[in-house]
T-cell receptor, first 114, second 111 residues
Protein backbone atom coordinates (compact mmCIF):
# COMPACT_ATOMS: atom_id res chain seq x y z
CA UNK A 1 0.00 0.00 0.00
CA UNK A 2 1.05 3.59 -0.48
CA UNK A 3 2.83 5.26 2.38
CA UNK A 4 3.27 8.95 3.08
CA UNK A 5 4.69 10.74 0.06
CA UNK A 6 6.37 14.13 -0.08
CA UNK A 7 7.31 16.35 -2.99
CA UNK A 8 9.65 17.59 -4.11
CA UNK A 9 12.29 15.32 -2.57
CA UNK A 10 14.93 18.02 -3.03
CA UNK A 11 14.54 21.76 -3.32
CA UNK A 12 17.21 24.39 -3.80
CA UNK A 13 16.11 27.96 -3.24
CA UNK A 14 17.87 31.29 -3.32
CA UNK A 15 17.66 33.30 -0.16
CA UNK A 16 14.49 35.34 -0.18
CA UNK A 17 12.49 32.97 -2.38
CA UNK A 18 9.22 31.42 -1.28
CA UNK A 19 8.89 27.62 -1.28
CA UNK A 20 5.97 25.20 -0.96
CA UNK A 21 6.43 21.64 0.23
CA UNK A 22 3.72 19.06 -0.28
CA UNK A 23 2.69 16.09 1.83
CA UNK A 24 0.31 13.32 0.77
CA UNK A 25 -0.62 11.35 3.91
CA UNK A 26 -1.81 7.77 3.99
CA UNK A 27 -5.42 7.70 2.79
CA UNK A 28 -7.87 7.97 5.66
CA UNK A 29 -5.34 9.19 8.21
CA UNK A 30 -6.86 11.83 10.43
CA UNK A 31 -3.70 13.32 11.92
CA UNK A 32 -0.86 15.02 10.07
CA UNK A 33 2.38 16.39 11.48
CA UNK A 34 5.23 18.47 10.08
CA UNK A 35 8.76 18.26 11.48
CA UNK A 36 12.03 20.05 10.71
CA UNK A 37 15.21 17.97 10.91
CA UNK A 38 18.49 19.86 10.86
CA UNK A 39 21.66 18.03 9.87
CA UNK A 40 22.78 15.68 12.63
CA UNK A 41 19.72 16.33 14.79
CA UNK A 42 16.44 14.67 15.57
CA UNK A 43 13.16 15.86 14.06
CA UNK A 44 11.65 18.95 15.69
CA UNK A 45 7.89 19.37 15.83
CA UNK A 46 6.48 22.20 13.73
CA UNK A 47 2.72 21.77 13.58
CA UNK A 48 -0.17 19.31 13.93
CA UNK A 49 -3.45 18.94 12.04
CA UNK A 50 -6.46 16.87 12.94
CA UNK A 51 -8.41 16.66 9.68
CA UNK A 52 -8.41 20.25 8.39
CA UNK A 53 -8.02 21.86 11.80
CA UNK A 54 -4.56 23.07 12.80
CA UNK A 55 -4.58 22.25 16.50
CA UNK A 56 -0.98 23.10 17.35
CA UNK A 57 1.39 25.39 15.48
CA UNK A 58 3.62 26.20 18.40
CA UNK A 59 6.70 24.73 16.71
CA UNK A 60 6.68 27.00 13.67
CA UNK A 61 9.90 29.01 14.04
CA UNK A 62 8.62 32.30 12.65
CA UNK A 63 5.70 33.91 10.87
CA UNK A 64 7.45 33.10 7.59
CA UNK A 65 6.29 29.51 8.07
CA UNK A 66 2.71 28.63 7.22
CA UNK A 67 0.98 25.26 6.90
CA UNK A 68 -2.44 24.33 5.61
CA UNK A 69 -4.56 21.24 5.07
CA UNK A 70 -7.73 22.69 3.58
CA UNK A 71 -9.61 19.46 2.82
CA UNK A 72 -8.20 17.32 5.59
CA UNK A 73 -5.96 15.31 3.29
CA UNK A 74 -3.00 16.82 1.41
CA UNK A 75 -1.00 19.40 3.33
CA UNK A 76 1.35 22.14 2.20
CA UNK A 77 4.11 23.75 4.24
CA UNK A 78 5.00 27.17 2.88
CA UNK A 79 8.11 29.11 3.80
CA UNK A 80 8.24 32.73 2.74
CA UNK A 81 11.43 34.72 2.16
CA UNK A 82 13.66 31.72 2.85
CA UNK A 83 16.81 32.18 4.91
CA UNK A 84 19.93 30.01 5.08
CA UNK A 85 18.94 28.76 8.53
CA UNK A 86 15.81 27.24 6.96
CA UNK A 87 18.00 24.63 5.26
CA UNK A 88 16.92 21.26 6.66
CA UNK A 89 14.92 18.14 5.88
CA UNK A 90 11.20 18.71 6.32
CA UNK A 91 9.39 15.55 7.35
CA UNK A 92 5.68 14.89 7.20
CA UNK A 93 3.98 12.14 9.21
CA UNK A 94 0.41 10.91 9.43
CA UNK A 95 -1.48 8.74 11.87
CA UNK A 96 -4.80 6.97 11.65
CA UNK A 97 -6.28 8.42 14.81
CA UNK A 98 -5.20 11.12 17.19
CA UNK A 99 -1.77 12.52 18.00
CA UNK A 100 -0.86 9.50 20.14
CA UNK A 101 -1.37 6.88 17.44
CA UNK A 102 1.64 5.52 15.56
CA UNK A 103 3.03 8.11 13.16
CA UNK A 104 4.12 7.01 9.69
CA UNK A 105 6.77 9.28 8.22
CA UNK A 106 7.39 10.28 4.64
CA UNK A 107 10.91 10.38 3.16
CA UNK A 108 11.18 14.13 3.65
CA UNK A 109 12.02 17.11 1.47
CA UNK A 110 15.61 18.30 1.69
CA UNK A 111 15.60 22.11 1.41
CA UNK A 112 18.84 23.92 0.70
CA UNK A 113 18.80 27.71 0.80
CA UNK A 114 21.77 29.36 -0.92
CA UNK B 1 11.46 23.81 26.52
CA UNK B 2 11.66 20.06 26.91
CA UNK B 3 14.98 18.42 26.21
CA UNK B 4 15.93 14.82 25.63
CA UNK B 5 19.52 13.77 26.21
CA UNK B 6 20.36 10.71 24.19
CA UNK B 7 23.60 8.76 24.58
CA UNK B 8 25.92 7.69 23.21
CA UNK B 9 26.07 9.94 20.15
CA UNK B 10 27.63 7.15 18.10
CA UNK B 11 28.69 3.55 18.49
CA UNK B 12 31.08 1.41 16.47
CA UNK B 13 30.58 -2.28 17.16
CA UNK B 14 31.37 -5.69 15.75
CA UNK B 15 28.65 -7.86 14.26
CA UNK B 16 27.20 -10.12 16.94
CA UNK B 17 27.76 -7.69 19.80
CA UNK B 18 24.95 -6.36 21.98
CA UNK B 19 24.19 -2.64 22.01
CA UNK B 20 22.62 -0.38 24.62
CA UNK B 21 21.55 3.25 24.29
CA UNK B 22 19.52 5.48 26.55
CA UNK B 23 17.61 8.67 26.88
CA UNK B 24 16.89 11.00 29.78
CA UNK B 25 14.43 13.86 29.95
CA UNK B 26 13.99 16.99 32.01
CA UNK B 27 10.24 16.40 31.83
CA UNK B 28 7.95 13.52 32.71
CA UNK B 29 6.62 11.70 29.67
CA UNK B 30 3.64 9.35 29.54
CA UNK B 31 4.83 7.71 26.32
CA UNK B 32 8.34 6.78 25.21
CA UNK B 33 9.05 5.84 21.60
CA UNK B 34 12.10 4.43 19.82
CA UNK B 35 12.60 5.01 16.07
CA UNK B 36 15.21 4.02 13.48
CA UNK B 37 16.07 6.24 10.53
CA UNK B 38 17.93 5.06 7.44
CA UNK B 39 19.64 7.53 5.06
CA UNK B 40 17.17 9.38 2.86
CA UNK B 41 14.17 7.98 4.70
CA UNK B 42 11.85 9.07 7.48
CA UNK B 43 12.01 7.49 10.94
CA UNK B 44 10.27 4.16 11.46
CA UNK B 45 8.75 3.22 14.82
CA UNK B 46 10.47 0.29 16.53
CA UNK B 47 8.91 0.15 19.99
CA UNK B 48 6.30 2.17 21.89
CA UNK B 49 6.13 2.22 25.73
CA UNK B 50 3.09 3.50 27.62
CA UNK B 51 3.57 2.66 31.31
CA UNK B 52 6.30 3.37 33.83
CA UNK B 53 8.39 0.24 34.34
CA UNK B 54 7.14 -1.37 31.13
CA UNK B 55 9.61 -3.66 29.38
CA UNK B 56 8.80 -4.47 25.75
CA UNK B 57 10.56 -6.58 23.13
CA UNK B 58 10.40 -6.60 19.36
CA UNK B 59 12.60 -9.39 18.01
CA UNK B 60 16.19 -8.60 19.01
CA UNK B 61 15.15 -5.21 20.39
CA UNK B 62 14.16 -4.58 24.01
CA UNK B 63 13.16 -1.24 25.47
CA UNK B 64 12.14 -0.09 28.94
CA UNK B 65 10.14 2.87 30.25
CA UNK B 66 11.95 4.13 33.35
CA UNK B 67 10.20 4.16 36.73
CA UNK B 68 10.71 7.90 37.12
CA UNK B 69 9.08 8.42 33.66
CA UNK B 70 12.08 10.55 32.77
CA UNK B 71 14.22 7.92 31.08
CA UNK B 72 14.22 4.97 28.72
CA UNK B 73 16.72 2.57 27.23
CA UNK B 74 16.93 0.45 24.08
CA UNK B 75 18.96 -2.74 23.80
CA UNK B 76 19.80 -4.54 20.56
CA UNK B 77 21.09 -8.07 20.93
CA UNK B 78 23.36 -9.92 18.50
CA UNK B 79 23.73 -6.98 16.12
CA UNK B 80 23.78 -7.54 12.36
CA UNK B 81 24.95 -5.23 9.53
CA UNK B 82 21.41 -4.09 8.70
CA UNK B 83 21.11 -2.61 12.21
CA UNK B 84 23.24 0.27 10.93
CA UNK B 85 21.37 3.56 11.11
CA UNK B 86 20.33 6.32 13.47
CA UNK B 87 18.21 5.46 16.48
CA UNK B 88 16.04 8.14 18.05
CA UNK B 89 14.23 8.17 21.34
CA UNK B 90 11.13 10.32 21.56
CA UNK B 91 8.66 11.24 24.25
CA UNK B 92 5.13 12.53 24.50
CA UNK B 93 3.66 14.47 27.43
CA UNK B 94 0.17 14.04 28.78
CA UNK B 95 -2.43 15.99 26.87
CA UNK B 96 -0.11 17.41 24.23
CA UNK B 97 0.25 16.90 20.52
CA UNK B 98 4.01 17.16 20.30
CA UNK B 99 6.49 14.34 20.03
CA UNK B 100 9.92 15.42 21.31
CA UNK B 101 12.93 13.67 19.74
CA UNK B 102 16.45 13.13 21.01
CA UNK B 103 19.47 13.93 18.84
CA UNK B 104 20.00 10.29 17.90
CA UNK B 105 22.55 7.51 18.34
CA UNK B 106 24.44 6.61 15.18
CA UNK B 107 25.16 2.89 15.06
CA UNK B 108 27.89 1.43 12.88
CA UNK B 109 28.25 -2.37 12.66
CA UNK B 110 31.37 -3.99 11.27
CA UNK B 111 30.86 -7.38 9.67
Amino acid sequence: GAGVSQSPRYKVAKRGQDVALRCDPISGHVSLFWYQQALGQGPEFLTYFQNEAQLDKSGLPSDRFFAERPEGSVSTLKIQRTQQEDSAVYLCASSLGGARNEQFFGPGTRLTVL
Amino acid sequence: GQQLNQSPQSMFIQEGEDVSMNCTSSSIFNTWLWYKQDPGEGPVLLIALYKAGELTSNGRLTAQFGITRKDSFLNISASIPSDVGIYFCAGQETGGFKTIFGAGTRLFVKA
